[in-house]
């Protein structure tokens, strides 16, 4: 069954927050990104108790051997991983709305917690 450009795609991508993180950092830039600055992105917005050395390292083997080959593989991103770039593709765009919902229900329960 082809699932491209279905919602089903969309929700199985975004099932994962490395995913969303990917596609997130895709959306607010132009043109290609590299995974350096995705990795970054990541520890960044991530609150993590591990060593930031460790915490990159771990960041960029999922990403390498899991998220972007999955992204890759159901249209949302081109990879390349020889250069280590990820570029857009017209497919991206579908999860936007979903990222915005996503984005303001984190920002809201991060407001609960504060109270």
Do not use: C, W
Not at 46 to 65: A, G, M, P, W, Y
Not at 90 to 97: F, G, Q, V, W, Y
């Amino acid at each position: 069954m082809d699932r491209n450009g279905t919602i089903d795609s969309v929700f199985s991508v975004l099932s994962h927050p490395g995913r969303r993180y990917v596609l997130t950092y895709l959306l607010r830039s132009e043109g290609y990104v590299t995974m350096s600055e995705i990795v970054d992105y990541v520890v960044q917005v991530t609150d993590t108790e591990q060593s930031e050395e460790k915490f990159r390292q771990e960041v960029t083997i999922n990403l390498t051997h899991t998220h972007l080959p999955h992204l890759e593989e159901e249209g949302f991103i081109m990879y390349n991983m020889e250069r280590q770039i990820i570029q857009s593709t017209e497919k991206t765009a579908l999860a936007a709305p979903y990222l915005k919902v996503a984005l303001l229900q984190r920002e809201r329960l991060a407001e609960v917690a504060e109270s």
